[in-house]
C-alpha cells in the first residue's frame, strides 16, 4: 500500500492504488478547470470556429504526416487523455470524426457537457489509457494525444501496444509534450528576491519504474484550488528514449521527432510568453533546454 510522502519524492506503488488516486484528482481538477480563464470555456460556446492554441499547434506538427498533407478533414481520430474536451471538440472543428478517452468520469461528464451546448457530435468513453484500446473497440486514422499526458502513464510499454492496437494500417499516431529533461528542473527557484532563476536539476530523468508522488491542492490553471480536495497523485518519469522504445517495440515506424523552445504553460518561473504563442525561457536559457518534443508514428 501506498504511504505518505513529501512532495516529489520516488516511491514504488501499486499501480491500481495509484490509477484510483489519480482519478479521484482529476474529478476535482476538472471542476477547477472548467471555471477557468485558462480553458477559456465560454469562449467554446459564444464562437463556433474557435480552438485551442494547443490543437493549433499540433495540427500545424501533424499536418504533414496525415494521408492528405493538410487536415483532418474526414479522418476517424481519437484523443487519448482528452481531459474535458476543449482540444477533441477543436479537432472536431477541424473536421474530424472524434472519439476521446479519459480516465475521469468528472473531466467527462464536463468533456461531454461541452460538445452538447456547442452542438458537436463526439463519443467519449472512460479507461485508463493502457486499457483504451479494448474498451474502445474500434480502430482510427489518427491517434493524437498532447500535453501533460505521459507522466500520468505508469507502463509506457503497455500504452505504446494501446497505441498500435488503435491505429488502423496507414494510420498515425501524433504525441506532443512537455520535455522530459524540463521535469528534471528545479521549479521553485523564482525570478527577482525569491530566487536566481537558474536552471538546476533537481528531480530524476530515468524514472525505472518509481513513481514521483506528492499531496497539495494544486493544479496548472487559475481559479480556486481548494475544491481540489483529492489532493494526492502519482506521477512516472518517462525519459525520450523510452518513448520511442515503447512506439518501436510496439511495430510502429518513427517518421518524426522534434524538439522545442515553447510550451503552452509557463512550466518554470522564469518562463515568459513567447511572440508566435506559448511561453519560453528567457534569451540566456532558451538554448539550453528544450521545454518541448513532440513524436510522429506510423503504423505500416
Not at 482519478?23 to 467554446?44: F, I, K, L, P, Q
Not at 472543428?93 to 451546448?117: C, I, K, N, Q
Not at 494525444?145 to 505504446?160: E, M
Amino acid at each position: 500500500m501506498a504511504q505518505d510522502f513529501e512532495p516529489m519524492q520516488p516511491v514504488k506503488v501499486d499501480h491500481a492504488e495509484a490509477i484510483a488516486a489519480n482519478r479521484a484528482n482529476w474529478d476535482d481538477r476538472a471542476v477547477v478547470h472548467v471555471a477557468s480563464r485558462d480553458y477559456g470555456v465560454e469562449d467554446y460556446l459564444t464562437d463556433p470556429d474557435h480552438v485551442s492554441g494547443v490543437a493549433a499547434e499540433d495540427l500545424r506538427l501533424l499536418a504533414p504526416h496525415l494521408p492528405n498533407g493538410t487536415d483532418l478533414t474526414g479522418l476517424d481520430v481519437v484523443h487519448l487523455q482528452c481531459h474535458i474536451g476543449t482540444d477533441t471538440l477543436s479537432l472536431a472543428r477541424h473536421g474530424a470524426r472524434m472519439t476521446g478517452v479519459d480516465l475521469s468520469p468528472g473531466s467527462l461528464a464536463a468533456a461531454r457537457e461541452l460538445a452538447a451546448r456547442t452542438g458537436t457530435e463526439i463519443r467519449y468513453v472512460e479507461a485508463e489509457v493502457t486499457a483504451a484500446a479494448a474498451v474502445v473497440g474500434e480502430t482510427f486514422d489518427v491517434v493524437y494525444t498532447s500535453i501533460g499526458v505521459l507522466p500520468w502513464i505508469p507502463d509506457l510499454a503497455a500504452w505504446g501496444r494501446t497505441v498500435a492496437a488503435l491505429l488502423r494500417p496507414g494510420g498515425v499516431f501524433y504525441l506532443r509534450d512537455q520535455h522530459p529533461f524540463l521535469t528534471t528542473m528545479d521549479d521553485t527557484r523564482g525570478t527577482g528576491e525569491d530566487g536566481d532563476g537558474e536552471l538546476v536539476v533537481a528531480y530524476r530523468y530515468f524514472g525505472d519504474s518509481w513513481a514521483q508522488t506528492y499531496d497539495e491542492a494544486l493544479t496548472y490553471t487559475d481559479g480556486d484550488h481548494s475544491r481540489i480536495e483529492s489532493t494526492r497523485n502519482y506521477e512516472w518519469p518517462h525519459p525520450v528514449s523510452e518513448v520511442v522504445g515503447a512506439l518501436l517495440d510496439a511495430g510502429l515506424r518513427l517518421t518524426g521527432l522534434e524538439e522545442h523552445r515553447t510550451l503552452p504553460w509557463p512550466a518554470l518561473p522564469q518562463m515568459r510568453p513567447a511572440d508566435g504563442g506559448g511561453w519560453e525561457l528567457p534569451p540566456g536559457q532558451r538554448d539550453r533546454l528544450p521545454v518541448a518534443f513532440s513524436v510522429v508514428a506510423r503504423k505500416d
